[in-house]
């Protein structure tokens, strides 16, 4: 028994510090800030956070929302300042993973990050909010890349999981902006627009995993094709496929 109550003291001890990490301000306050932190406007995040952080210097939560803020509104240095931040104040490393690969995502190391995004966002363990800030990276990564095939796909599931996400509307909305400003590519988007669901699904599926197994990419993209000839996209994805996969084998 006494060995049970030492036991008990220990995990009241241990609660109480998780406690301390996650809830060291009101309920209220933390769906405000987390809120605006992942959806809202990310510069009015930072400075509603960094009010909070004069009230409580010590949350590890107000520190990563912070860094939230501003990998969003593009302060690379400041978000990666804050995680340290909030790892050396306790908060879950898986979290703190999420943050970095988003980061790698908006860079030149996009590359190696959208793998890892890409499978974190199909599981079914991934946390509603961590999800809207995957596909707002993905989104962004994309235009920034000329890349609006794989943007509007992205926008395609994105609307799936959520019809009335403003988030998302507000994004669909840039990458138009951005579409206007690239006469190039607006015949491109016009086509994929066109598409069904299936079609857009299908081909999504394949441009994702064109930057991380190519060899299987290109046989989605030969598939995909088989049903959907003239699917221009399709088609320049294979090509960069084959081409990846030539380069590859070439010693």
Same mark, same amino acid.
């Given at each position: 028994?006494?060995?049970?109550?030492?036991?008990?003291?220990?995990?009241?001890?241990?609660?109480?510090?998780?406690?301390?990490?996650?809830?060291?301000?009101?309920?209220?306050?933390?769906?405000?800030? *987390?809120?605006?932190?992942?959806? +809202?406007?990310?510069?009015?995040?930072?400075?509603?956070?960094?009010?909070?952080?004069?009230?409580?210097?010590?949350?590890?939560?107000?520190?990563?929302?912070?860094?939230?803020?501003?990998?969003?509104?593009?302060?690379?240095?400041?978000?990666?300042?804050?995680?340290?931040?909030?790892?050396?104040?306790?908060?879950?490393?898986?979290?703190?993973?999420?943050?970095?690969?988003?980061?790698?995502? +908006?860079?030149?190391?996009?590359? +190696?990050?959208?793998?890892?995004?890409?499978?974190?966002?199909?599981?079914?363990?991934?946390?509603?909010?961590v999800a809207i800030q995957v596909f707002e990276c993905f989104v962004r990564a994309y235009v920034a890349n000329g890349r609006y095939a794989e943007a509007a796909c992205c926008l395609d599931f994105w609307f799936d999981w959520q019809p009335q996400g403003s988030l998302a509307?507000?994004?669909?909305?840039?990458?138009?902006?951005?579409?206007?400003?690239?006469?190039?590519?607006?015949?491109?988007?016009?086509?994929?627009?066109?598409?069904?669901?299936?079609?857009?699904?299908?081909?999504?599926?394949?441009?994702?995993?064109?930057?991380?197994?190519?060899?299987?990419?290109?046989?989605?993209?030969?598939?995909?094709?088989?049903?959907?000839?003239?699917?221009?996209?399709? *088609?320049? +994805?294979?090509?960069?496929?084959?081409?990846?996969?030539?380069?590859?084998?070439?010693?």
């Open positions: 028994m006494r060995y049970c109550g030492q036991s008990l003291v220990v995990a009241l001890t241990v609660a109480c510090a998780v406690l301390f990490v996650r809830s060291d301000w009101s309920s209220s306050e933390r769906d405000r800030v *987390r809120g605006l932190a992942v959806t +809202g406007v990310p510069q009015q995040a930072a400075s509603a956070v960094r009010m909070l952080q004069t009230r409580h210097p010590r949350s590890a939560e107000l520190a990563y929302l912070l860094a939230v803020a501003y990998r969003r509104q593009g302060e690379v240095e400041s978000a990666r300042e804050e995680l340290r931040r909030a790892e050396q104040l306790g908060w879950p490393a898986d979290e703190l993973r999420w943050q970095h690969a988003m980061i790698e995502l +908006g860079s030149q190391e996009m590359l +190696g990050a959208e793998p890892r995004l890409v499978q974190m966002i199909m599981s079914d363990t991934c946390p509603d909010d509307r507000r994004m669909e909305t840039e990458m138009l902006e951005a579409i206007e400003e690239d006469p190039a590519r607006q015949e491109e988007y016009r086509a994929i627009l066109a598409m069904d669901a299936t079609q857009r699904n299908s081909l999504w599926h394949a441009l994702l995993l064109a930057h991380s197994d190519p060899r299987e990419a290109a046989e989605r993209f030969e598939r995909h094709l088989q049903t959907w000839p003239d699917d221009r996209a399709a *088609r320049d +994805g294979l090509a960069r496929c084959l081409k990846v996969a030539q380069m590859s084998a070439t010693p």
